[in-house]
């Protein structure tokens, strides 16, 4: 374990039974449906792996990028990398790897929703509730956690750390 990382919060076996988890729940509720995953670059490209690959039904994976300025409602988000498919008409699960104060996530939904998909939902690995602004319903959640600052699993500090195979606590 890197010397900066004070504490693992969910194990690799953790992760990977919850996403089990995930992935059963979402096998059934989509059962012949059009399902397209949604990963938000980059942090969730791990977690949407993981989770497509234990899915039991035909699916198709999208990508889309965004960046976010400044702090709350003052906050811009950006798409740096849209979407190649067409969402239309289609069961889409956004796969996020932390869910925060709910701005940019908001921000996804409504641009997404603007795209009439059937239907709309959001997998996330991680909610952070303490620092949520805006109230979202989260269909599928891996994990709650306290706020601190995570890492591991594709949650990153400076680019650093995605690599890990569990989610910890770095040193503030």
């Known amino acids: 374990m890197p010397d900066d990382v004070v ?9 990977r039974t919850r996403v089990q988890d995930l992935a059963h729940r979402i096998s059934e509720d989509y059962k012949d449906r059009r399902l397209v995953l949604v990963s938000i670059l980059r942090g969730s490209v791990f977690f949407a792996t993981d989770l497509a690959r234990q899915i039991e ?10 960046s976010s300025y400044g702090e709350g409602s003052e906050g811009v988000v950006r798409i740096t990398k849209d979407l190649e498919e067409n969402i239309a008409g289609k069961d889409v699960l956004v796969i996020e790897d932390i869910i925060d104060t709910g701005f940019t996530l908001k921000y996804l939904l409504r ?4 795209r009439n998909p059937k239907s709309l939902e959001v997998c ?20 709650e956690i306290p706020d601190k600052f995570v890492i591991g699993y594709g949650l990153d500090y400076r680019q650093r750390y995605r690599n890990l195979p569990y989610i910890g606590v770095v040193k503030p």
């Open 7 to 15: 504490e693992v919060l969910f194990t690799e076996d953790q992760i």
């Open 57 to 66: 039904l035909p699916l198709s994976m999208d990508f889309l990028s965004i």
């Open 111 to 114: 641009t997404l929703g603007g």
């Open 124 to 143: 996330t690995l991680l909610d952070r509730r303490a620092r949520r602004i805006i109230d979202l319903e989260l269909k599928y959640v891996g994990f």
